[in-house]
């Protein structure tokens, strides 16, 4: 029998209520998030159960949340007896595949992503409003058209056809003019933050200083943690793993490097976990659940509690 994966999806369009089934029906994932709310000091139960579309927009309330429901539904599973093997996250969710791997508190992964999401969202502001998109091709088709406009980089790597591009919201949407000029698929993502992108850089040597002051394990991880940004499996916890965390700031996500990694690993069933998972499409050849909801999370742990047990 091949490795189970928990894969911790990154920021999506955050919708009223969402997490709300696992937040109300599991009292572990309700008690990430009341410690969440604790050290951003927000309510954000209630704000995910009664927010309005602007606050739920706010990256600084979003990402928190975000990361407290991963973190919770990762304990809840564990405490249900699903075991894992590997750990991996896509952006924001590297955070919680981190913290799952043992390498900060629960608590400092909180803070560090809320001072992340700050960070983005200062930058974004100061470059007049950053826009983000999905370009159905390749790569190297991508990065031909981006060098014809200004402030426009690769973001992501998410399939062999299908890569991320960011920037300033003026640069990318020329970017985008042109792509469609060549008959090429967009899709805008309802996210208005430049992320991942050279241009962070400022951004990055301060995210870094607030990384120094993070207590990081020492020990060697029982499980296998693989990184968003150059998808190579991490066995232990070097002393780069700080800068690795500020890099991913201004570094493309190479999800499809990841996947590779996966396989390698003969990893052949993964969790795609968060209160808005998005990674099942990205997977292919693996069987994925994607955790957001009762049903699936008691899908995950018959399927995968029982098959551990009997293995």
């Known amino acids: ?44 139960l209630a704000l995910c159960l009664k927010g309005t579309e602007e606050e739920l927009n706010d990256t600084s309330i979003v990402h928190p949340l975000l990361y407290s429901v991963s973190c919770g539904t990762t304990a809840a599973l564990e405490w249900a007896g699903v075991r894992v093997d590997v750990f991996t996250g896509y952006s924001l969710g590297a955070f919680a595949a981190a913290w799952a791997s043992g390498v900060f508190s629960y608590e400092d992964g909180v803070g560090l992503v809320e001072e992340r999401s700050a960070l983005i969202a200062l930058h974004s502001a100061q470059s007049g409003g950053g826009a983000m998109y999905l370009v159905e091709t390749d790569a190297e088709t991508v990065t031909g058209i981006c060098e014809l406009s200004q402030n426009v980089s690769i973001s992501a790597l998410n399939t062999e056809e299908l890569t991320g591009i960011s920037g300033p919201e003026e640069d990318v949407k020329a970017a985008v003019s042109l792509f469609e000029a060549e008959g090429i698929v967009t899709t805008e993502l309802q996210v208005r933050s430049i992320s991942h992108h050279p241009s962070l850089e400022k951004m990055k040597k301060r995210f870094v200083g607030t990384l120094k002051g993070v207590r990081f394990s020492d020990l060697l991880p029982q499980t296998l943690m693989v990184n968003d940004t150059t998808g190579t499996a991490i066995r232990g916890f070097p002393s780069t793993l700080r800068s690795t965390f500020g890099r991913q700031l201004i570094s493309p996500v190479n999800w499809l ?55």
Request: aromatic residues 6%; glycine residues 8%; positive net charge.
């Open 257 to 311: 490097k990841v996947v590779g990694t996966l396989k390698l690993e003969k990893v052949d069933r993964v969790l795609d976990i968060g209160a808005v998972p998005h990674l099942s499409r990205w997977i292919p050849g693996v069987d994925v659940i994607r955790v957001n909801n009762l049903d699936r999370f008691e899908r995950a742990v018959k399927t995968l509690a029982s098959n551990r047990v009997s293995s």
């Open 1 to 44: 029998m091949g490795k189970i994966a928990f894969a911790y999806s990154g920021q999506a369009k955050m919708k009223l209520g969402a997490g709300r089934e696992l937040i109300r029906t599991q009292p572990v994932v309700e008690n990430f998030v009341s410690r969440a709310s604790e050290v951003v000091e927000r309510d954000l």
